[in-house]
């Protein structure tokens, strides 16, 4: 798909094509995906994109697969050792949230059947946008506002409205492609 336009925030790199190419704004309805997603929005905070998404693979490493009830289950033995691989983003706080969010994440799963059932019917169908440069879509909307004013109420950290924008445009829920991206 080379000769085809994509995303201009997409061509900086092979790892930042392969990541818009194949998974960033296609709906997404898988909870291990989701969970993924959602953590990698809390790692996010106060840094790049590409700096997460060159890590991905220690944080999986690091953080069981993102098996969910693995990580609810992680101790603070296991944080510690993560502390120590220079691999991820060594933000205790961020870490100590994964294993808070998958605690709470599961407890949704509880209520809801699923975390999916839970988003999408939070956050309604895909929102279709028009953006001709991606620096023109928002940092955060409404809906992302009151995603994570919902989440922060059920315990989830690290996901204010600027995280939950990122992690809705990442899942599909709102599509975020520019007007002239083949994947839009």
């Not at 994440?105 to 019917?121: K, N, P």
């Not at 109420?153 to 599509?175: C, D, E, H, T, W």
Request: glycine share 4%.
């Amino acid at each position: 798909m080379a000769d085809k336009q994509r995303c201009s925030w997409a061509n900086s790199s092979p790892a930042m094509q392969a990541y818009h190419d194949n998974e960033w704004g296609r709906p997404t309805y898988d909870d291990h995906e989701l969970f993924e997603r959602l953590c990698m929005e809390t790692y996010q905070a106060g840094l790049s994109w590409a700096t997460v998404l060159n890590k991905r693979a220690a944080f999986h490493r690091d953080f069981h697969n993102y098996r969910i009830e693995a990580v609810a289950a992680m101790t603070t033995t296991e944080i510690d050792a993560a502390m120590q691989d220079a691999a991820i983003i060594r933000n205790r706080r961020k870490l100590e949230a994964t294993v808070n969010n998958a605690q709470a994440f599961l407890r949704i799963v509880t209520e809801f059947g699923s975390f999916a059932t839970y988003f999408w019917t939070f956050v309604g169908a895909p929102q279709q946008n028009t953006w001709t440069d991606y620096r023109d879509a928002p940092a955060q909307a409404p809906t992302s506002a009151a995603l994570a004013k919902d989440l922060k109420k059920r315990g989830f950290k690290f996901l204010g409205p600027v995280a939950a924008y990122a992690f809705m445009q990442s899942v599909g829920a709102v599509n975020d492609h520019e007007i002239n991206c083949a994947w839009r």
